[in-house]
């Protein structure tokens, strides 16, 4: 459990150089050699100014490393301890950092390599000045940045600070990782306490005299409760407190040589194991959530649990991965999710996160629940909170409609998200990344104010805003909001991500909402625009079509976009061709006179589309020669071995065969030596396909040849790959495939999925 610290400035350090900074020529740079005016070439050294540098702060001139002409060095404060220290940085290749390893071995200097990561290897050197002062030196090569020296030292000192109790930030520490604090000691140049994980913390103290005994004497007194139990395996003691419960707390203090006094504690539950479910212990907390709140059990073969801080933690050795599984009945029962391992419950009184639990071959050993009571963070109210919105939304001089409850939506939650606070948080979220710009002197203190303001104005509005939420497991809620939205009415985009929130403005751009709905939740929040002004639309999916006596059209479609009246349709020539006037359906008159144009006209309110439909006795056709040509749909799909050229299509395309294709009566009609292997030509509202005989069409409800089809006519599912290829599945596992690269681009048909038995396929496009 203890993990002894050996370095804290330096890792610091190393941290602080991995946020992103890139720091480049500041105050001092250097040619890596100088040139010299005898015959002999003297041997390269580090320019003066940094040799003197290097006395301050390493006790002595390091040993010389080539490094890029041109590299930085300069003194700095660690953004994390405030600590001073030397930087070297050049942007150039790697050194090599063993062999420099061996000259500072060379030069008396300890050196110590972490490697436990491969991809990020540093080196750190020590060596004790014996007069007071403890010199470290810390090097190592980023790919992306270049070279890296940081030099410090640490220097002894004799006066203890006068701090006589913990403060509030530490308590809290030690409450939420131990849960309770462990005794008080002054220490010498200012202690940090840090936390490791959840059950283990370290305090820090850069005095470099060792006080460890001290701090033995002081916890083992018989009012603290703690007992010398041993020694670790370093040789250092183990103080160990049992409390009422059963747990433990255990304090390892330790003293580093030039990193001062270490002291690290950690907590060990004690755990009650049971065959069954432990319903008993879970009780209190099915209270708390509420009325009708269950926390569901999982099968495991045996349970452990243990509450620390009010927390309770069920395991169990569960044989397989139950996450996605427990997710799910989770959510069954009323739970939301708030990520893929963690939920509450409506009334945001509950949390429950989950986990499998790996063991060293990263095999799933069990599976772990721990559930926490909360207070809500949200307002509740039984009805859409109108008077709050409409104050809200009073700077947008805009309203909106109701968010209305359906079925089981019978709670409405609401927060407000304050502008200020939200700015504040966006600002330091840019100050933390480009702090070290400005501590290695690549951005001055007033571009680094600069950027965390263009940051915060830029990114603090998606947390500001006026929130309301409908407990909407139906999901009936959030469709219906959308289209009550469009009705205002409100321009509405698609997602732009997958998150699958919905983005929309009202007319004027002042006033803006995000509308997500999943887990059983609608999620509706209000917060300003971009200020854009939009324009109401009406769009027809044709402009213009060409259809032949006696058929039938479904495809016409009406796009709206900010107008709330519905759309309906209207013929100028309603005996020629009729429309229906909600569906926009055509259905063309089997004696209308050829070459006649019918405008078809969609309204509403103010707004119209057209589109002209003229009457042709023969409709065109065109041979699908690439991917290019394709898009999601249906197609007319020919037999290659009986190829043939429809109207409109080059006769060359046609391998065999090559005749004409006339539309009479519904019917597709070969010349006479095929007149025998006639096709039917069908249309639906999801396209257009053939119907007919074997080896002709791909559409066959049964036996060899064709792809599976519905009740009439085939309308099979096409996708595209990454390398254009284009393969068409139907139902009963069929494949006609565009093979683009394949040295003989062409439509090959597969009769089952492990594409054998193929045959030449060509599709054909109807140009309406």
């Not at 006395?55 to 404060?77: M, N, R």
Request: hydrophobic share 35%; proline share 4%.
């Amino acid at each position: 459990m203890k993990k002894k610290l050996l370095s804290i400035l330096s890792l610091g350090l190393l941290a602080a150089l991995a946020v992103g900074c890139t720091p480049k020529k500041n105050k001092s740079s250097a040619d890596s050699s100088t040139p010299s005016s005898s015959s002999e070439t003297p041997e390269p050294e580090w320019p003066a100014d940094l040799q003197t540098l290097m006395e301050k702060w390493c006790g002595e001139v390091l040993p010389y490393v080539e490094l890029k002409a041109g590299y930085t060095y300069d003194e700095f404060e660690d953004y994390m301890t405030g600590e001073p220290f030397l930087a070297i940085y050049d942007e150039a290749t790697s050194f090599t950092l063993a062999d420099w390893g061996d000259e500072l071995e060379d030069a008396d200097w300890d050196v110590e390599v972490n490697d436990e990561d491969p991809t990020d290897v540093y080196y750190t050197a020590s060596k004790d000045s014996g007069e007071g002062k403890y010199y470290f030196v810390q090097y190592y090569f980023d790919s992306e940045y270049g070279n890296f020296i940081s030099c410090w030292y640490n220097e002894l000192v004799t006066e203890l600070t006068p701090n006589t109790a913990w403060t509030t930030e530490d308590l809290e520490v030690m409450n939420s990782t131990l849960t309770e604090a462990v005794p008080f000691m002054k220490f010498g140049k200012g202690y940090t306490v840090q936390q490791d994980d959840e059950d283990t913390m370290y305090i820090v103290d850069q005095y470099y005299q060792d006080l460890v005994s001290d701090y033995v004497s002081l916890v083992t007194l018989p009012a603290n409760g703690y007992v010398n139990t041993g020694v670790d395996d370093y040789g250092d003691p183990l103080l160990v407190k049992t409390l009422e419960d059963g747990s433990t707390i255990t304090i390892n203090p330790y003293y580093v040589k030039g990193t001062g006094n270490v002291i690290c504690c950690y907590y060990t539950p004690k755990t009650t194991e049971v065959a069954t479910w432990p319903s008993d212990v879970v009780a209190p907390y099915e209270a708390h959530a509420g009325a009708g709140y269950t926390v569901p059990s999982f099968t495991a073969t045996s349970y452990e649990y243990y509450v620390k801080n009010g927390v309770l933690h069920i395991s169990g050795a569960a044989t397989s991965d139950l996450e996605e599984s427990y997710l799910g009945s989770l959510l069954d029962i009323g739970y939301v999710a708030g990520s893929s391992t963690y939920v509450y419950n409506w009334e945001e009184t509950l949390e429950i996160s989950f986990a499998a639990l790996y063991n060293d071959d990263d095999a799933v050993e069990g599976f772990e629940v721990v559930i926490a009571e909360t207070e809500p963070v949200s307002t509740f109210v039984d009805a859409w909170p109108g008077d709050q919105i409409s104050v809200f939304l009073a700077q947008y001089q805009v309203t909106v409609p109701p968010l209305a409850l359906s079925g089981f939506a019978k709670k409405l939650k609401v927060a407000v998200y304050d502008e200020d606070a939200a700015y504040e948080a966006a600002y330091m979220e840019a100050y933390d990344y480009y702090y070290m710009y400005y501590v290695f002197g690549l951005i001055t203190e007033e571009e680094l104010d600069e950027y965390c303001t263009e940051y915060a104005q830029e990114n603090y509005g998606s947390y500001v805003g006026y929130y309301v939420s409908a407990y909407d497991p139906e999901g009936t809620v959030f469709a219906q909001y959308l289209n009550d939205l469009e009705k205002e009415p409100w321009y509405i985009e698609a997602p732009e991500s997958e998150d699958g929130y919905y983005y929309a403005e009202d007319g004027t751009g002042n006033c803006a909402a995000y509308i997500g709905g999943g887990n059983g939740v609608t999620t509706v929040q209000f917060l300003a625009g971009s200020g854009e002004v939009h324009e109401p639309s009406l769009t027809l999916n044709k402009t213009a079509l060409t259809l032949k006596p006696g058929m039938t059209y479904r495809q016409l479609v009406a796009t709206k976009s900010m107008i709330a009246e519905d759309v309906e349709f209207s013929s100028s020539e309603p005996s020629v061709v009729a429309v229906d006037s909600s569906t926009g359906e055509l259905t063309v008159s089997s004696g209308a006179a050829l070459d006649t144009q019918v405008t078809i006209t969609a309204t509403a309110g103010e707004h119209h589309a057209e589109c002209v439909v003229t009457i042709k006795e023969n409709l065109d056709f065109a041979k699908i020669t690439t991917a290019d040509e394709l898009t999601d749909g249906a197609y007319l799909i020919v037999c290659e071995s009986q190829g043939a050229v429809m109207k409109g299509a080059t006769p060359a395309d046609a391998v065999s065969n090559k005749i004409d294709v006339t539309i009479n009566e519904g019917t597709i009609a070969y010349s006479e030596e095929l007149a025998a292997e006639a096709f039917t030509f069908i249309e639906s509202s999801d396209g257009w396909t053939i119907q007919g005989g074997d080896n002709k069409y791909i559409g066959r409800a049964n036996d060899s040849n064709g792809l599976d089809i519905k009740d009439e006519a085939a309308y099979n599912e096409i996708s595209f790959d990454q390398d254009g290829n284009v393969d068409i599945v139907g139902a009963g596992g069929a494949h006609l495939r565009f093979n683009k690269n394949s040295g003989q681009t062409r439509f090959r048909y597969f009769k089952s999925t492990t594409y054998s038995n193929q045959e030449a396929i060509q599709l054909y496009e109807v140009i309406i």
